[in-house]
């Protein structure tokens, strides 16, 4: 699903009586589902001739220069219903099902809704040369189980969220399928202050596990504060429910830690972090294929 910068504009055909309105059956979903709703169409004081009906995903990303502002972008694009004349007066319901892209951002965080990053179905009705853009109808978008649980660790760890948002652009050395990436910002926790400020979670998920991205101090690098390193993990969706996800967020975050320190230092090995107040010692991570698997990351290009 490609997705691409859109000037918004609504407003129905003047003068036609023509009206479309757009109804989710649950606004509330999860990447890798199916949001079904249904497009009704009402016609207007003659004939309406309708080339296609196509429905979108909308949402606003922060440019990748940096730039203030932002661009709204238009994803995930789904043909619903092909040419068709709409009869005066005549009402003709289209439903369909949009299936959510597995790196879907997530726009509710520990239960509350992120008021700053709309998430919006639009629907695009073209009639002959002109396009009618309904309203958008807000969707809100629910962790999956492995996301709900990381971002509940970091709460109950003692990290500070900070800030939610999309950036246009890929992050470096990470393959995704769409042209943004989310950022989950947090101020660091007090148990790891010291080794870093803050850190942002990308999370990048496929139909068989979720793949999360640890951006260690990557704001205050891009203001030229500091440098930043990328580190990944993987999580299969399958296993979610076997890990004491206290131990493995700990242990991720010491992982991070030592990179960006060897990497920000030039030394082969990061310094060693106290003990844990959750853990007996650091955990290790499972061996490569075993559950949760870890990744070095590249260094961020700063």
Same mark, same amino acid.
């Given at each position: 699903m490609e997705g691409r910068p859109t000037v918004?504009?609504?407003?129905?055909?003047?003068?036609?009586?023509?009206?479309v309105r757009t109804t989710l059956t649950n606004p509330s979903t999860r990447p890798g589902l199916d949001l079904p709703g249904r497009v009704r169409m009402v016609g207007g004081d003659e004939p309406v001739p309708i080339a296609h009906v196509v429905v979108g995903l909308v949402t606003r990303v922060e440019p990748a220069d940096g730039g203030d502002g932002y661009l709204?972008?238009?994803?995930?694009?789904?043909?619903?219903?092909?040419?068709?004349?709409?009869?005066?007066?005549?009402?003709?319901?289209?439903?369909?099902?949009?299936?959510?892209?597995?790196?879907?951002?997530?726009t509710v965080v520990n239960g509350v809704p992120r008021l700053n990053l709309p998430m919006a179905l639009r629907t695009?009705?073209?009639l002959g040369p002109d396009l009618n853009r309904g309203g958008l109808t807000g969707v809100f978008v629910h962790p999956l189980p492995a996301q709900e649980r990381i971002l509940s660790t970091f709460e109950s760890l003692g990290f500070t969220l900070r800030q939610v948002g999309l950036q246009q652009g890929e992050l470096p050395g990470?393959?995704?399928?769409?042209?943004?990436?989310q950022k989950i910002g947090y101020w660091?926790?007090?148990?790891?202050?010291g080794p870093f400020a803050e850190v942002e979670l990308t999370f990048l998920a496929g139909p068989q596990a979720l793949e999360v991205v640890f951006a260690l101090d990557r704001r205050l690098a891009l203001a030229g504060a500091s440098h930043y390193s990328l580190t990944r993990f993987r999580v299969p969706h399958?296993?979610?429910?076997?890990? #004491?996800?206290?131990?493995?967020v700990d242990g991720w975050i010491r992982h991070a830690v030592a990179r960006h320190a060897a990497a920000r230092s030039?030394?082969?090995?990061?310094?060693?972090?106290?003990?844990?107040?959750?853990? #007996?010692?650091?955990?290790?991570?499972?061996?490569?294929?075993?559950?949760?698997?870890?990744?070095?990351?590249?260094?961020?290009?700063?």
């Open positions: 918004l504009f609504g407003g129905a055909s003047p003068g036609t009586g023509f009206a709204e972008y238009e994803f995930g694009r789904v043909r619903v219903a092909g040419a068709v004349v709409l009869g005066p007066g005549e009402r003709r319901d289209v439903a369909f099902a949009v299936p959510m892209p597995w790196e879907l951002p997530v695009e009705v073209a990470v393959r995704q399928a769409l042209p943004f990436h660091a926790a007090p148990l790891y202050a399958a296993d979610v429910d076997r890990f #004491n996800w206290v131990e493995v030039g030394a082969t090995d990061g310094p060693v972090m106290p003990e844990s107040v959750h853990t #007996n010692r650091p955990p290790d991570l499972p061996p490569e294929g075993e559950g949760l698997t870890g990744t070095a990351g590249g260094e961020g290009g700063i």
